[in-house]
């Protein structure tokens, strides 16, 4: 297939594709006229791209999936390098969470101390005239 019919069977744009060309992450061949042509087996590789990116991963970090589906392998993140890069951004996730659940601590803990002292200061002018 041409890069137009694979861009629009994978719900994305040429240009998107020439730039996953760049990267090394998909392989057209070239007919006679010079034209990109894909076979299925690329169409695969660019939905796993995309859920990939769609996940956070950066180019980079996507080649070892691809070379593990070129490898023939039934599921991009079966293979050594593809592991490890499931477990170094696990770990990164990991630190997001727990510094997202720190600023979360931090954020309700004011939030209780606004919403009391509000509450005391109420109470104080209650006291002073009757509310």
Do not use: W
Not at 18 to 45: C, T
Not at 58 to 70: E, M, N, Q, S, T
Not at 76 to 100: I, K
């Amino acid at each position: 297939m041409l890069i137009g019919e694979l861009a629009e069977r994978a719900g994305t744009s040429p240009r998107t594709l020439r730039y996953y060309e760049e990267h090394g992450l998909v392989r057209p061949s070239r007919d006679a006229n010079g034209y990109r042509q894909y076979d299925d087996a690329e169409l695969r590789v660019v939905h796993e791209i995309r859920a990939l990116l769609a996940d956070g991963f950066g180019v980079d970090d996507i080649k070892p999936f691809v070379d593990c589906l070129r490898a023939g392998n039934s599921a991009a993140h079966v293979c050594p390098d593809a592991v490890a890069v499931l477990r170094r951004r696990l770990a990164e996730v990991d630190g997001y969470l727990a510094r997202l659940n720190d600023v979360r601590r931090r954020l309700s803990d004011q939030l209780d101390e606004a919403i009391e002292h509000r509450l005391e200061d109420q109470e104080i002018r209650c006291l002073m005239n009757p509310c």
